[in-house]
C-alpha cells in the first residue's frame, strides 16, 4: 500500500436502487472482494448465486425496527472510518474485532421520488435515510483508504481503477467520490429541510399565522447536464435539477436537434412558463420569446392562428427566438414555425406528423414535456449575488376581472377589459420597467427592460409600427389596444405616449403618489383605466 493506491478487499453494499446490482457485484467479487451487505440488497446477491454476508454476521446484531436500526453499529462505522497507518487504530480495530471496510456502495432511499410523487406525510418520512448518509459520510472522510459510491456510474469507475491497479484505487478516484458524496448527502439534507418547511409554511397558511423565513436555508441539486459554456463562450456552466420537480424545460424530453445551451435553457423558461399562464382548455397560446423576453403573445381559435398572431406582433425579433405552445404541435404549426428560423419550440404534446415535418431542420430543438407548469404553485426562485442569495416566492399572483377597480369617468368596455387582463398576464413576464400594448387576444407592441418607463412606452409604439410597416396593413395594431405596466405609473408621460400609440384603456397597480394626475389625464383623453393592487416587476 502506498499514499496514493488503497487496496478494495471489501465491501459493504446496501442500495435502494438495485439497477445493475448484480453485473457490479459479481465483477467485484471475479476482483477478490468479499461483499456485506444488508436487507434486501443482501438477499438479491445471494438469490444471484454469489458469495455475500450480512451486516449483522459483522455486527452481530439483528437489523430491527422496520429496518431503522441496521449499520449504526461501531463495527460499521469503525470499519469505515479507522486509518490504516495508525497504530492506535489500527489496535483498536483489532481490540474490538472491527474488520476494515475499503468500499462502499449506498444510494439513498428515495426520499426525493417519493416527495415527488405526492405520497402521503408518513411515507415521506419513512423515506428519510439516516444509516445511508452516516456511512457515507464516514467513508467519504476516510478518503484515504475508503472508495464511496453514491450510484452504480461510481462503481464503474472503481473497477476500471482496481483493474487498472491490481485491485487497488488511485488516490484521485477517491477523493473525486469523496467530494461527490457530500454534495450528494448535501443536497438530501436540503430536499429534506425544504419540504419540512413546506409542510410548516403549509400548516401556518392555514391557520392564517405569518410564515417567517428560515433562520438557515439548506440549497442543493443534481448535475442534469454539463454545459458547452455559460451566457458567453468564456463562461463555464452546467445546469443542475432540483427535487421541486416543476414541468418545464428540465423535466422535457429533447426530440431532435443539438444540446441545449445556457441561454437556450433560461429562454425556454422563461417561454413555457409564460404559455401556461392560459389554460389550454379555453384556447391554444403561443409565446415567442428572445432574450428572455417576450416579442410577441396570442391566444387563437387554433395553435397556427396563435403562432401567426405572435409571430405578427414583432417578426424581426422572433428571429432566433423560443417558441412555446401551451398544446400539442400539430403538422400546421409545425410547418409554419419552420418558415422562421427558431431555436426550439417546447409543447405538452406533438403529432407525428408535426416531428416528421420537425426532422428536416436538423438544428431545431424540438422538446416535448408531460405537462405545463402550474402559474398559482408556490415555489422558491433563487439569484446570486456577492456573498450569498437572494430567494424569494415565485411570482404566483393573479388578477381576475372582479379584482379590477375602474378609478376614471369612463369604465371599460367587455373588449377593452379582455384586452387589459391579457396585456396583464403578458406583462408578468416581461422584464422592468415595461409597456404591453395588447389587442383581440395578442400583443400589438412590447417594451421591455428599460430605465424609464416612458422609453418603454415609446419603443412598444415603435415596434407595433415596424411590424405594421412589414406587413403592409394601414395602421398598427396598438389603434384601440389596452396598455399595461407591469408597476405603478408615476407621471403622466407614460400614460400619454400609450394614448398616442392607440390605446383606449389602461391597466396598471396604482399606488403612486400622483395617481390623481394620471386619472386625470385619462379621464381628459376618455381613457379607461383600472387599477389592479398588485404590481408584477421583474429584473
Known sequence: ????????????????????????????????????????????????????????????????????????????????????????????????????????????????????????????????????????????????????????????????????????????????????????????????????VAQIEAEALTNDEEIEAPSIRAFGGQLKQKLRYGENPHQKAAVYATPEGRPGVLSAKQIQGKELSFNNLNDTDSAYELVAEFDPADRPAVAIIKHANPCGVAVGNTALDAYKAALACDPVSAFGGIVALNCALDAQTAEAITQVFTEVVIAPGASDEAVEIFSKKKNLRLLITDALPDPKEASLNYRSIAGGMLVQERDTGRIEMSDLKVVTKRAPTEQEMKDMLFAWRVAKHVKSNCMVYAKDDSTAGLGMGLVSRVDSARLASIKAQ????????????????????????????????AIEAGATSFIQPGGSVRDDEVIAAADAAGVAMVFTGMRHFKH
Open 1 to 196: 500500500m502506498t499514499a496514493n493506491l488503497s487496496p478494495i478487499r471489501r465491501a459493504l453494499i446496501s442500495v435502494s436502487d438495485k439497477t445493475g446490482l448484480i453485473e457490479r457485484a459479481k465483477k467485484l467479487v471475479e476482483l477478490g472482494v468479499e461483499l456485506v451487505s444488508t436487507g434486501g440488497t443482501s438477499k438479491a446477491i445471494a438469490d444471484a448465486g454469489l458469495p455475500v454476508k450480512d451486516v449483522s454476521d459483522l455486527t452481530n446484531f439483528p437489523e430491527m425496527m422496520d429496518g431503522r436500526v441496521k449499520t449504526l453499529h461501531p463495527v460499521v462505522h469503525g470499519g469505515l472510518l479507522y486509518r490504516r497507518d495508525l497504530d492506535t487504530h489500527v489496535q483498536a480495530a483489532k481490540e474490538h474485532n472491527i474488520g476494515a471496510i475499503d468500499l462502499l456502495y449506498v444510494n439513498l432511499y428515495p426520499f426525493e421520488a417519493t416527495v415527488a410523487a405526492g405520497k402521503p406525510f408518513e411515507d415521506c418520512i419513512e423515506n428519510i435515510d439516516i444509516g445511508g448518509p452516516a456511512m457515507l459520510r464516514a467513508a467519504a472522510k476516510n478518503v484515504d483508504f475508503v472508495a464511496v459510491c453514491t450510484d452504480g456510474s461510481d462503481v464503474d469507475k472503481v473497477i476500471l481503477d482496481m483493474e487498472a491497479n491490481a485491485g487497488a484505487t488511485t488516490l484521485k478516484t477517491r477523493r473525486a467520490l469523496s467530494a461527490k458524496t457530500y454534495a450528494r448527502t448535501a443536497a438530501y439534507d436540503a430536499a429534506i429541510s425544504n419540504w419540512y
Open 466 to 497: 415596424d411590424a405594421a410597416k412589414a406587413a403592409g396593413w394601414d395602421e398598427p395594431r396598438t389603434k384601440g389596444c389596452a396598455a399595461a405596466s407591469e408597476a405603478f405609473i408615476p407621471f403622466a408621460d407614460g400614460l400619454l405616449l
